[in-house]
């Protein structure tokens, strides 16, 4: 995929996926982190029921644009077209916003923002059950997917598992740390991991937090308190 990029820097990246398990989500993620990406949209064709099936897998941030087959191919460009349009009246209008600086408004108190990330369903819900009373959730099984995340809302802490496929907890961590939009977000890691060696390079990362499962859910509470409100 990245050759494409190479070569044609294209405007957009089409892509028709016949199954949510067929690993080609996951290139998709991949293509989004290399160096070669050029920010184009990327636009999937699939079905309903494939669409849910990915979106149930965690991958419901990692498309720009979706369409639902059948669609024909003309539907299909005019769709795109429509989406680049659409996205450059968007930049233009925020570029004019920015030339006139207004007072900004009093804003009512907001719930603070969690991002969850976990490979485990069963956490995932366990957290976002205990948690959504008392802040906003956003839960996610892909590390690949927290940038995304992050670049379309604000988060105000992330609790990060450490062991994960594709992209560990690690990792998130130390891109997260090198991005100057992202480094200053507390990051409390929660794991199952007992080994010496991997509990001293956990801490060898110095996260703002970190937590074992099984969840003891007063401890986990007053350590989110405690990291928001730093």
């Not at 293509?31 to 070669?36: D, I, K, V």
């Not at 029921?49 to 720009?64: K, S």
């Not at 996610?140 to 992330?158: R, S």
């Not at 496929?165 to 794991?191: H, N, Q």
């Amino acid at each position: 995929m990245t050759a494409h990029f190479e070569l044609f820097n294209p405007d957009a990246f089409l892509c028709f996926i016949d199954s949510a398990y067929d690993g080609t989500a996951e290139q998709i993620l991949r293509l989004r982190t290399c160096e070669e990406y050029n920010s184009a949209p990327v636009v999937i064709v699939s079905k309903e029921e494939t669409i849910e099936e990915l979106e149930a897998e965690g991958f419901e941030n990692f498309a720009d644009l979706t369409l639902v087959r059948p669609i024909s191919s003309d539907n299909i460009v005019l769709s795109i077209l429509r989406f680049i349009e659409e996205e450059k009246a968007r930049a233009a209008l925020a570029n004019s916003a920015e030339e006139i600086p207004e007072e900004p408004a009093p804003e009512p108190d907001k719930k603070k923002h969690i991002l969850v990330v976990d490979d485990d369903r069963n956490v995932l819900k366990l957290l976002k059950n205990a948690l959504e009373e008392k802040y906003e959730v956003t839960a996610t099984l892909n590390g690949l997917l927290v940038e995304k995340i992050l670049a379309t809302k604000p988060i105000d802490l992330i609790i990060l598992d450490y062991e994960m496929p594709i992209m560990t907890g690690a990792d998130v961590y130390r891109k997260l740390k090198e991005s100057a939009d992202y480094a200053k977000i507390p990051v409390c890691f929660l794991t199952g991991v007992s080994e010496r060696s991997k509990v001293e390079e956990i801490m060898s990362l110095k996260p703002n937090g970190y937590l074992l499962k099984p969840i003891d859910m007063e401890m986990l509470m007053a350590a989110i308190a405690n990291l928001i409100n730093t």
